[in-house]
């Protein structure tokens, strides 16, 4: 799916074009009971350009025009474990630096 969206081609044009229809009803419909400033975008297609640009030109046709933004957090499921791995590399290191609990 992924290499059919993000191509050049005419093919790829018309599958995004048709994702795009059919995602942004559903984001149209979401909008329309939550009236949000911004989208955001994230999976698979909040890491296509073109498929942005395309969800980006389907709201430019719907009646609430609402921005689109890319998703700046690749994986945000991993989110808390890396915090927590940090915090535990943290203490592991103070511990180390001062063994006997000084």
Do not use: K
Not at 16 to 36: I, K, N, Q
Not at 65 to 94: G, N, Q
């Amino acid at each position: 799916m992924r290499a059919a969206v993000d191509g050049g081609s005419e093919p790829a044009r018309r599958v995004r074009t048709a994702l795009a229809r059919a995602v942004g009803g559903v984001l149209t419909a979401a909008v329309s009971l939550t009236d949000p400033d911004l989208i955001v975008i994230g999976g698979e297609w909040g890491g296509q350009p073109r498929m942005l640009a395309a969800l980006d030109d389907h709201f430019a046709r719907s009646p609430r025009r609402v921005r689109l933004a890319a998703a700046t957090v690749p994986t945000p499921e991993l989110t808390a474990a890396r915090m927590r791995a940090v915090e535990e590399l943290r203490a592991l290191i103070i511990r180390s630096a001062h063994p006997g609990g000084e």
